[in-house]
């Protein structure tokens, strides 16, 4: 399976089920242990988070969350970097880090557009590189004309009374490296906010599942328990790297009076995430809604047995409550609640439409968005180390 995995002689998710036919063949294992395998709590678990996240896409929250955030953090390119690895790192702790960095890409995008123009220079001296939209777009940020060539052409012309080539090819060459730190940020704050969590990246899950499996009468480890451990290292990390992308791509500056030339352009960045965040409009009640479903499940998530205190799942027979419990009833409610506002006049009006209301999830957006083949890639990992434990590999 391992050279099938990193060969793609076979698909990923295909290879995965290999051991479905094979243990039963050759004795390893049956096919009654085989198979639930491939259906642990665990597995739930993850699916419930990538339903989330499609639930959280479907409804556009994420950017509404990272515009916001953006705002509060600055627009500085070093406190844009940070603000965008915060919002990364925070949907990962709860999302897979396949969504999270697949949510924010398209956001860092067109915000490196309104902050440098095209990446694509002139090759004229004098031309600006800007981007321009005239229709609004929801997935895209409004542009503006590049700080960094404005920048370079006033010193340049103050200087010398036009533009220096050489000049040209540094700013040119500094406006590379800062998009460069943009672009890696996203999937490093990704994969750093997964570790907070037991939902937010695979391996975590499958070490709890081995866990489970080894010792099955220990729930030491748990979504609280977890969190209290890895989220104060999450954040460390977290800083850490954002300081290592900002030093590295030049991010920060070590001028204390900014030009003149550089507040309007900030101030013009800051206007144009103001306008789009503007766009975005009040929060409708999907939105709303999706919010508190969100918070529900990492509240209920934490809550169920953090271990310094006593959990709501002692209320119920030890062990049958687990995470996977929690988290799928949570999202089964996005499955039937309504999308729009209700209107309780409409049990008294007999003459109402009888239209039916779209709910906030739909089992045919769910068959789109959700990536399957990682359900059966966690699968075929548990399988494999069921065998291996069986045939005393493990030791």
């Known amino acids: 399976m391992a050279m099938y995995w990193c060969t793609e002689a076979l698909p990923l998710a295909v290879t995965s089920l290999l051991p479905v036919v094979l243990f039963p063949f050759l004795g390893v294992l049956s096919s009654s242990k085989v198979c639930p395998q491939y259906f642990l709590d665990t597995n739930f678990l993850f699916l419930s988070g990538l339903i989330m996240a499609s639930a959280i896409e479907e409804w556009n929250l994420h950017r509404r969350i990272a515009l916001k955030i953006l705002l509060i953090t600055g627009v500085q390119p070093a406190r844009l970097i940070l603000g ?148 104060p290292l999450m954040l460390l990390f977290l800083i850490l790297g954002w300081l290592w992308i900002a030093l590295f791509h030049g991010c920060f500056t070590l ?70 419990t929690t988290a799928v009833t949570i999202v089964t409610m996005l499955f039937f609640f309504p999308s729009q506002k209700p209107s309780f006049k409409w049990w008294f009006d007999f003459k109402a439409p009888n239209n039916p209301i779209k709910p906030l999830m739909s089992w045919k957006r769910t068959q789109e968005t959700v990536p399957w083949n990682i359900i059966l890639l966690l699968g075929g990992g548990f399988a494999m180390a069921r065998g291996c434990e069986r045939r005393k590999l493990n030791l």
């Open 84 to 231: 965008m690895m915060l919002t990364t790192a925070f949907l990962s702790m709860w999302l897979s880090n396949t969504a999270s960095t697949a949510m924010m890409l398209p956001i860092v995008n067109a915000l490196l557009l309104s902050l440098f123009g095209n990446k694509e220079a002139s090759k004229e001296p004098g031309q600006l590189s800007e981007v321009t939209s005239d229709e609004p777009n929801q997935n895209k940020i409004c542009s503006v004309s590049s700080e960094i060539q404005q920048l370079s052409l006033e010193e340049t012309t103050f200087l010398n009374g036009r533009p220096d080539a050489a000049n040209k090819k540094k700013e040119g060459e500094y406006q590379k490296r800062v998009w460069k730190g943009f672009l890696i940020a996203v999937p490093y704050a990704a994969s750093i906010g997964g570790t907070a969590t037991l939902t937010g990246t695979a391996p975590n899950l499958i070490l709890i599942g081995q866990l489970k499996s080894v010792f099955p009468g220990c729930d030491v480890v748990n979504f609280g328990s977890w969190f209290l451990f890895a989220c």
């Open 255 to 324: 001028r204390v009076r900014k030009k003149k030339v550089e507040e309007e352009a900030e101030s013009r960045v800051k206007l144009v995430i103001q306008e789009d965040y503007k766009r975005l409009g009040p929060m409708q009640f999907a939105e709303g809604a999706v919010a508190f479903f969100f918070f529900m499940f990492a509240a209920l998530l934490f809550t169920r047995d953090p271990k310094f205190v006593p959990g709501w799942s002692k209320f119920f027979e030890k062990g049958y409550v687990t995470d996977a």
